[in-house]
């Protein structure tokens, strides 16, 4: 099997403009993330719309391809850069170009979950670890069937556990937190980009359930680690910390 990894990375950021190039322990955000995956994947590229992100992954020596600024979604994007890229790949892995933490093994797992062919995209959950973090609506969850493959994504508490007092109900159910990593087959992800957005999807502003109410099948890989993401300068100030402790 042929993989490749994309990291989507735009200079425009509402909350933190210039993201991928704050620096986190002497290096740029992106660089980080470039070594995570490209320690997993040999074939492994930043897209980008920026020329400031582009002439930085080129100083530190990693593969970019420059991109249209008019993508509404790294999904998108990533297509693009595969096209443009070309290699007849089997899998495309899209790891965000905010996730300096990223475990090659979550790489490696989503991978795995292309051994059985009816997994047409692949994604990652993580077992919950409180009731807290559970009603959170910014930490979408996972209902999966027998086989791992999601039955359904939402920012509302699923299931719900009926006749059990509600602190009781991580003991009951083992909830399920999508992190936000994928990889597709290279065909599929060319078909999903045509997709107009869902009912679903724009109900629960979570593009996953375009795929979903599409028809596609999404296995979901498990994983026991968290990962650290980079939305606001604040987040970095707590990267940093983080980065210190490991």
């Known amino acids: 099997m042929k993989v490749i990894g994309i990291i989507p990375a735009r200079y425009a950021s509402t909350r933190f403009p210039g993201k991928p190039l704050a620096m986190l322990g002497g290096k740029t955000v992106i660089e980080r993330v470039y070594e995570k995956v490209s320690s997993v994947l040999s074939d492994c590229y930043v897209a980008t719309d920026d020329e400031r992100i582009y002439n930085a992954v080129e100083a530190f020596g990693g593969r970019v391809v420059m991109t249209s600024a008019d993508h509404k979604s790294g999904t998108d994007r990533i297509a693009e850069a595969v096209e443009k890229i070309g290699g007849d790949y089997d899998v495309v892995v899209n790891v965000q170009g905010d996730e300096?933490?990223?475990?090659?093994?979550?790489?490696?797992?989503?991978?795995?979950?292309?051994?059985?062919?009816e997994t047409q995209i692949a994604t990652l959950g993580k077992p919950f670890d409180s009731m807290d973090t559970v009603?959170?609506?910014?930490?979408?969850?996972?209902?999966?069937?027998?086989?791992?493959?999601?039955?359904?994504?939402?920012?509302s508490v699923i299931?719900?556990?009926?006749?059990?007092?509600?602190?009781?109900?991580?003991s009951q159910y083992p909830f399920l937190k999508h992190l936000?990593?994928?990889?597709?087959?290279?065909?599929?992800?060319?078909?999903?980009?045509?997709l107009p957005q869902s009912s679903l999807e724009k109900a629960e502003s979570l593009e996953q359930l375009r795929w979903l109410q599409n028809g596609y099948r999404i296995r979901v890989g498990l994983t026991n680690q968290e990962t650290v993401g980079i939305d606001t300068p604040?987040?970095?100030?707590k990267a940093e910390k983080y980065l210190s402790t490991i």
């Not at 009603?135 to 920012?155: C, H, M, Q, T, W």
């Not at 604040?234 to 100030?237: A, M, N, P, V």
Request: proline share 9%; with cysteine; net charge negative.
């Open 100 to 117: 300096p933490f990223i475990h090659p093994e979550q790489i490696i797992t989503l991978c795995r979950c292309f051994d059985a062919p």
């Open 135 to 155: 009603e959170n609506p910014n930490s979408p969850k996972i209902v999966v069937d027998n086989r791992g493959f999601a039955l359904y994504f939402s920012r």
């Open 159 to 170: 299931p719900f556990v009926r006749g059990v007092d509600r602190k009781e109900w991580l």
């Open 180 to 194: 936000g990593l994928y990889a597709y087959r290279t065909e599929v992800l060319r078909e999903v980009t045509r």
């Open 234 to 237: 604040e987040d970095l100030e």
